[in-house]
């Protein structure tokens, strides 16, 4: 293999299984590999809002002229943006050398996808020469292959039913396995507003230093600005993140609790905190592009991210028509996902997605049917995100507005050309 694509190609077929949740395989590699972060590491898990999270981290601490590296996943178009090196993606030429190096040091290991290319990408940061590491777990937390990296502080961000085969049907199960992440007497920021007891039983059970949204930190605003405050610090008069959406108020807070908690070791200026909420960018985070009908398109995925968007959608004003394309896994509790948005939206437009995982848009288009009260609603079937759009912006009004949601894949197959490309092709100026 010499390409990046080769190497990916590779991993795919390199397990058994897709999913195989556990450390010890890829321990072994790490170790043989001589893998560590000689820098401060904050690790972020949750359901949701660990994207917006990260990427607030990175703008800020930017801002305060500090080297950063940050690993995200899945990626929306090109894999190289799962590693960011000082507020770059890393090359693809920088890659497939350090998926080299993986398959160098692990002989007879079976290693997944997402195994594989933690191993690469840690590799990546190590050799940085990095001040600050920001890791966002793929999946739970006790058994992610992130969580080889012991990390200086930890963010649990919103918890909610995602992935209940593997980690478990309701939040308390769910928020033991995110727990996994903490290390005792290390700082946890945990911004859900209302944490499962099984998170703060075991923040007391390890011995680390449990930081509660409400109790040790907190935001107040008003129509023009917002303000925080910590257990020793305070913020007042800011401007709004530029991330879309009121979630973003509560991923922000966990932010700036998180940077209290290590301003021993990596202190940042309030000009370095305004400065960075206001710049940050993530694409398909309630994301809107401009023209004419409006296009909204945001990963929203399960019942709790699609009823955030189904808030915010609410809070941008009156549109004659609501046209909503949708691609999403089959394992996803559909649904209430369905209950949720079903009264903002007048016409659909499902998609298949290119993943064995993905449910095929007759059987999105046949839950819709099985649930749906209203009468005045129409849908189509389509084979691939862009189709599907292209048939929305076809139908819609210039007064309209069109939301893509439901997976990364969704989201990520429209944003294929860019951004620019796709307002030129699609969007009347």
């Not at 605003?221 to 917002?226: E, M, N, R, T, V």
């Amino acid at each position: 293999m010499k390409t990046l694509q080769q190497w990916l190609d590779w991993c795919e077929q390199l397990h058994p299984v897709a999913i195989d949740m556990g450390l010890e395989r890829v321990k072994v590699v790490s170790d043989r590999m001589n893998l560590r972060l000689d820098c401060p590491v904050i690790t972020v898990a949750g359901t949701n809002g660990k994207g917006s999270t990260c990427a607030m981290l990175e703008a800020v601490l930017l801002q305060a002229g500090y080297r950063t590296g940050v690993y995200t996943s899945p990626h929306l178009v090109h894999f190289e943006e799962r590693c960011r090196l000082h507020g770059e993606s890393a090359s693809a030429e920088v890659f497939a050398e350090a998926f080299a190096a993986v398959e160098a040091a692990r002989g007879d290991v079976s290693l997944t996808y997402f195994e594989f290319s933690t191993l690469a990408i840690l590799r990546l940061m190590a050799q940085a020469e990095l001040d600050v590491a920001i890791l966002e777990v793929g999946m739970g937390g006790r058994l992610d292959a992130v969580n080889i990296i012991d990390a200086d502080c930890t963010i649990i961000t919103s918890i909610d039913i995602d992935h209940a085969a593997i980690l478990g049907h309701d939040r308390e199960t769910i928020g033991r396995e995110k727990a996994g992440v903490m290390r005792p007497g290390r700082p946890v920021i945990v911004s859900d507003p209302v944490a499962p007891q099984s998170v703060i039983d075991h923040a007391a059970a390890i011995g680390a230093e449990l930081w509660l949204f409400g109790r040790d930190f907190n935001y107040s605003g008003d129509k023009q600005q917002w303000a925080w405050a910590g257990r020793d610090r305070r913020y007042s008069g800011m401007a709004y993140p530029a991330l879309r959406g009121a979630n973003q108020l509560i991923n922000a807070s966990g932010v700036l609790a998180a940077l209290e908690s290590l301003r021993q070791r990596i202190p940042v200026t309030a000009q370095a905190v305004r400065n960075g909420m206001a710049m940050v960018e993530l694409p398909g985070r309630f994301q809107i592009v401009p023209g004419q009908p409006v296009l909204v398109l945001d990963v929203a995925h399960n019942p709790h991210s699609v009823a955030a968007l189904a808030v915010n959608l609410d809070a941008m004003g009156f549109y004659p028509t609501t046209h909503a394309v949708l691609g999403a896994m089959a394992d996803k509790d559909l649904l209430p996902m369905f209950q949720r948005i079903n009264p903002l939206v007048d016409r659909w437009y499902f998609t298949d997605l290119p993943l064995p995982r993905a449910a095929r848009a007759t059987d999105l288009q046949q839950i819709w049917h099985g649930q749906n009260a209203r009468t005045d609603t129409a849908s189509s079937v389509h084979t691939e995100p862009m189709q599907a759009l292209s048939a929305a912006i076809a139908a819609a009004d210039p007064a309209d507005r069109i939301i893509v949601f439901g997976s990364f894949h969704t989201v990520g197959g429209v944003l294929t050309d860019g951004i620019p490309r796709l307002q030129a092709k699609h969007l009347s100026p």
